[in-house]
């Protein structure tokens, strides 16, 4: 029993030890708890609320937290970040401004320049391409250049060819030659004939776009040939050949087609809506699937006078230089026009401009955190600028980022469409008089109509509006709103006028406890 009695005291006396140690802890922690939970007030205070406003961006603001009444919070406006209701000046705290990221760039003159796009094909210089069309009846003897797309210097052999025409020219050539050296010790006026019958005999050949070469063959060898070799008029490719081995051909059928695919033609589409900024002359760079990063330098040539109707594109027609025979025609291309670089405009960078659709407007920064909402004009349109017409001076700093979370956090809508704010200083429910902001009464319900979403009350005096005591009808936003209350029963609302004279009630709060309707005792 001494041994049990001994355990016994040990064990209470570790328990005693163990209570006692966590008393001691608890009340010396209590202190620096308390200093916390006294400096956590002394934190939030810092920045002084001034009102609460609407999150819809309503003009209803309120003193005390509240809920709209879709349940949402209102949202609290600090000191400093008012809005101005005279001036439509915005103030935003240091630290919001940083949070937001806001960065403004200075509004400047400066050289505008857009880039216009468009894609085309490339297409054979038109006034590079050569035929060669026959001014004679005849029969392709031979072929020297058979296959389409085969490269050809000036003056090389194309085909021979048989004419009946041809053999008869040369054959009246021959019989002048000899008649010139017949009659050369005869009369002047028998060697002046001859002469004139051989020189016409040469002429007929030469119409006939006989070769040079040909001809001095002719007069050096003084012996007619059954064919004649035509030549190519140009350096080029073959781009058409219908001249087939034996076939027959009329005066003026073209046999070949030739071109100088040294430089080419881009025919571009240009949209609609960019034809006005483009003209002759313009630099273009011209990038081809074929050739992926490379570039090509051409430039505008002609602006084809027509729109097609279905794509509602114009077309431009720019030259480029091939030197090296690399670019093919029919080549898809894509091209950039730089369009612009005339004077010099005041411009502001895109993203500071704030587009309804139906005005436009930019923020310009008064001060550090000070920012004013501005309408401007616009003008012409660039890559990254825009051209302001009026409404911002050069120099002055507008909004680039953050402008549209600015818009959001100031309730710009509203200060823009003319609403005022609130009061800079805190006020009391009871000094809010003015036409929008909300109201509280007490009163008790005379009659529901779920349909019409109207309720009657019989409310007491209204400070705020400095009505005495009646009986009036008033609106509900919705039916779900007056759930639970019932004819009789003794309420607590709040109102706003919606309109002159239309009352609509933005909260109902549940009767008090302990009363019934009526004003009877719930028991």
Same mark, same amino acid.
């Given at each position: ?314 077309? =431009?027609?720019?030259? #480029? ?8 025609? &029919?080549?898809? @291309?894509? /091209? !950039?026009?730089? %369009? ?67 818009? =959001?956090?100031?309730? #710009? ?8 704010? &609130?009061?800079? @200083?805190? /006020? !009391?429910?009871? %000094? ?92």
């Amino acid at each position: 029993m001494n041994a049990v009695a001994r355990t016994i005291l040990m064990v209470a006396a570790v328990g005693a030890a163990l209570a006692a140690g966590y008393w001691w802890g608890a009340h010396r922690g209590a202190p620096s708890q308390t200093n916390a939970a006294r400096s956590a007030p002394a934190v939030a205070d810092q920045r002084k609320i001034l009102y609460y406003r609407n999150p819809m961006g309503l003009p209803d603001t309120s003193a005390v937290p509240k809920k709209d009444p879709m349940g949402m919070d209102y949202i609290p406006v600090y000191e400093g970040e008012e809005t101005h209701a005279s001036t439509g000046e915005i103030r935003i705290t240091t630290e919001k401004v940083q949070r937001l990221g806001v960065r403004t760039e200075a509004a400047a003159y400066r050289t505008l320049t857009r880039t216009v796009r468009a894609v085309g094909t490339l297409q054979v210089d038109e006034g590079r391409i050569s035929t060669v069309a026959p001014k004679f009846e005849g029969w392709i003897e031979r072929l020297h250049v058979s296959t389409t797309g085969q490269q050809v210097a000036r003056g090389q052999p194309l085909m021979e060819v048989y004419s009946p025409e041809l053999v008869t020219a040369q054959e009246e050539y021959l019989i002048a030659a000899r008649g010139v050296e017949s009659v050369r010790e005869g009369a002047p006026e028998i060697q002046a004939s001859m002469k004139q019958l051989m020189a016409s005999a040469l002429a007929r050949l030469r119409n006939w776009d006989i070769s040079d070469g040909e001809l001095q063959r002719l007069e050096r060898e003084r012996t007619v040939r059954r064919t004649i070799t035509l030549h190519s008029p140009v350096s080029g490719v073959v781009v058409e050949k219908p001249a087939l081995k034996g076939m027959r051909f009329m005066p003026g059928e073209a046999l070949y087609r030739i071109s100088d695919l040294s430089s080419l033609w881009l025919l571009a589409d240009i949209f609609e809506q960019d034809l006005g900024l483009v003209r002759p002359g313009q630099a273009a760079k011209i990038m081809v699937n074929a050739f992926p990063g490379r570039t090509y330098s051409g430039k505008v040539a002609f602006l084809y006078p027509t729109v097609t109707p279905e794509t509602r594109t114009g077309k =431009a027609r720019i030259e #480029l230089a091939n030197p090296g025979g690399q670019l093919k025609p &029919a080549m898809y @291309a894509s /091209v !950039e026009l730089a %369009a612009g670089g005339g004077r010099k405009v005041l411009a502001v960078p895109g993203s500071a401009v704030i587009d309804s659709g139906v005005r436009q407007m930019v923020l310009v920064q008064l001060a550090e955190g000070r920012f004013e909402p501005r309408a401007v004009r616009l003008g012409a349109r660039a890559d990254d600028y825009i051209e302001i017409t009026q409404g911002v001076k050069a120099g002055e700093a507008v909004v680039v980022t953050a402008n549209f979370l600015i818009d =959001a956090e100031s309730n #710009l809508k509203a200060a823009l469409s003319g609403f005022q704010a &609130a009061p800079r @200083a805190a /006020v !009391e429910p009871q %000094a809010i008089t003015a036409s929008g902001v909300s109201h509280r009464a007490e009163g008790t319900v005379e009659s529901i109509d779920a349909k019409a979403n109207t309720i009657s009350l019989a409310h007491g005096p209204v400070p705020t509006l400095k009505w005495p005591a009646m009986t009036m009808e008033f609106r509900l936003p919705n039916a779900a709103l007056a759930a639970g209350v019932k004819t009789g029963s003794k309420i607590t609302f709040e109102f706003v006028e919606r309109a002159p004279g239309e009352y609509v009630i933005t909260k109902i709060d549940p009767p008090p406890s302990g009363k019934g309707p009526a004003g009877h005792s719930g028991h």
